[in-house]
């Protein structure tokens, strides 16, 4: 499949089976039998605590897993649901429904699908680090109050959804904390932590949950379950349904489906960076965000909830010799053979050990020693990073991903504006355009020339900057000849072209001719296709300042 431009999608599942061998299949199926194993609780956690139901989950596990191994553009991505979007989910759910989430999903898959078809796989791994690790840390501290409740055995209902509410209620009801619920999840959060202590390879939330079932069950602990609270578990695959769209919908819910978008762009792209530092191989980012999006895309006809790459999963891959996308696939049918199975067990699993593994998820995802760090940086990545993350625990994350990349902006464009000089000559000229110091000498400018030096882009901030300058340095004497040196320009935006048409116009009115010196070709091309050149003249356009100093002297003596 190619697309038009340069651009081509290329899944990895098609190189990787080319001269596929038997050894290699072996290692991708213990890896895929081990991840599917480890990602079992996670997929059923994750699901339970978005909003829906441990069903849901594994299919999303299943179905999502499947497309993105097999359409990715990463060998080693495994899909499924994640933490990350937990607060997601479970903020649409309540809001919209079941029907709003799966076309908030949907919506997002296709945006996903057009960022990879326009080449943005590589842009979005440029989104601020303090963002990312700001709302990661937001996201991690809401999920971990997602599970006081089951984890202290409260038996709350009705819960804010509101950060600050929600540990209101919390506080006002300490005396409703069960002993036997807390001795359970006290006793499975004891068994993931020293789990790989013991074997790097245990999987400790798994093992958690086969330990602490059996206890449960056998010795009949008054605790909740998931069969308590769900009832009868489903154990067939949903009929694929569609869903209705018209412009009311997709406007109510655009903004939910930019954030899942973005968040499961970074994530899965952050994953298969991360991967591909261990393998030694490479990411095809476009074609792993139509891999994402695809996957998006068929999920919610299951009733699923939001993919994304999962790191964890993606390491376990790595680690169990996964190598292929093959182990990816395989990973999905073993989930499929334990939904199809196993779902009556699955019942008997209590709440409050699904807590703590979400407690062990959410410390993880904090990344505290990287925000630690963060705080010896410049301040405005501090500022960044706690507006992202205050905004993502007291109201949402859309609202902390879209402020987030507005502050991260405006910043970057202030430290841009600090860092391009404005400079202004005397009557003295340093002719070289490069660094090679014996191609230097100096060029006399003749009385009434003036020269500006733009270093930088010649963009909105800058534009106006350098017509302070101008405005700041013309004094009394008026100028004959303005040469602009753009040698260290890279590019021209709409701004900078406005105030250059101005400058020229009304330079031309005072009898001021302007000359251009070292202009890029880049630079050039936009200056002749907005008739920038035919205003000013193409005879004053310079490749060189010494070319331009001989004009602007010419012109200077015939004035």
């Known amino acids: 499949m190619r697309f038009s431009g340069a651009f081509a999608y290329r899944p990895k599942m098609a190189s990787a089976l080319r001269g596929y061998s038997a050894s290699k299949f072996k290692d991708d199926l213990i890896a895929g039998i081990v991840v599917g194993i480890v990602a079992l609780p996670l997929a059923i956690a994750f699901g339970i605590a978005s909003g829906v139901s441990p069903t849901i989950g594994l299919i999303t596990a299943i179905v999502g897993g499947f497309i993105v191994s097999v359409f990715g553009g990463n060998s080693v991505q495994i899909g499924g649901p ?52 700001g709302f990661t840390a937001g996201i991690a501290l809401t999920i971990f109050s997602t599970q006081i409740n089951d984890f202290f055995g409260l038996g709350l209902t009705n819960i804010p959804g509101e950060f600050i509410p929600k540990w209101g209620l919390y506080f006002r009801n300490l005396d409703r904390i069960d002993p036997t619920t807390l001795g ?25 949950i086969l330990i602490m079932t059996p206890v449960v069950y056998f ?9 308590r609270r769900f009832g009868q578990l489903q154990t067939d695959i949903p009929t694929p349904h ?9 406007n109510q819910l655009l903004p939910s489906a930019f954030t899942i978008a973005i968040l499961g762009a970074i994530e899965s792209l952050l994953s298969a960076t991360v991967a591909d530092g261990v393998t030694g191989s490479r990411t095809d980012s476009n074609s792993e965000l139509i891999g994402q999006g695809l996957a998006n ?17 993606t390491m376990t891959n790595i680690t169990n010799g996964g190598r292929t996308p093959v182990a990816g696939v395989v990973h999905a049918i073993v989930l499929l053979l334990i939904f199809l199975l196993f779902m009556p067990l699955i019942q008997l699993v209590p709440m409050s050990c699904l807590a703590a593994v979400l407690i062990v998820v959410s ?12 705080f010896s940086n410049p301040k405005s990545d501090i500022s ?66 003036q020269v500006y030096e733009i270093d930088g882009p010649f963009f909105f901030g800058v534009a106006t900057k350098f017509d302070e300058m101008m405005r700041t340095t013309v004094g009394e004497a008026k100028p004959k000849v303005r040469i602009i040196r753009m040698r260290k320009v890279p590019f021209i935006d709409s701004t900078g072209l406005h105030n250059l048409e101005i400058l020229v116009q009304s330079s031309r009115a005072e009898g001021i001719h302007v000359v251009l010196s070292g202009v890029r070709e880049e630079v050039r091309a936009v200056l002749h296709k907005n008739h920038i050149d035919d205003l000013i003249g193409a005879d004053h356009i310079c490749n060189h300042i010494s070319s331009a100093v001989v004009k602007a002297n010419q012109i200077a003596a015939e004035a």
């Open 297 to 313: 895309v068929v999920v919610p006809m299951f009733g699923g909830i939001p993919v994304t790459g999962a790191i964890a999963r």
């Open 184 to 208: 359970v999840a006290l006793a499975s959060l004891l068994i993931i932590v020293l789990a790989p202590k013991v074997s790097k390879k245990l999987p400790g939330a798994l093992l958690a």
């Open 384 to 449: 960044v990073l706690l507006v992202t993350f205050l905004l993502t625990v007291i109201f949402d994350l859309t609202i902390a991903i879209e402020i987030g990349l507005l502050l991260a902006v405006v910043l970057f464009l202030r430290r841009v504006m600090e860092n391009t000089e404005i400079k202004v000559y005397g009557s003295q000229l340093d002719a070289a355009e490069n660094t090679d110091l014996s191609t230097h000498e100096e060029l006399s400018l003749a009385p009434g020339v």
């Open 363 to 374: 410390y993880n995802m904090s990344g505290w020693r990287t925000v630690r760090a963060i």
């Open 242 to 250: 569609g869903f209705a769209l018209n412009m009311a919908t997709i």
């Open 219 to 227: 010795l009949d602990l008054p605790v909740e379950t998931i069969g």
């Open 82 to 133: 994640t933490g990350a979007f937990i607060v997601i989910v479970y903020g649409i759910i309540a809001q919209f429904g079941l029907q709003g989430l799966a076309i908030a999903t949907f919506m997002a898959g296709l945006i996903l699908i057009m960022m990879g078809v326009f080449r943005l796989g590589t842009v979005i791994k440029f989104i601020p680090y303090p963002i990312v690790i």
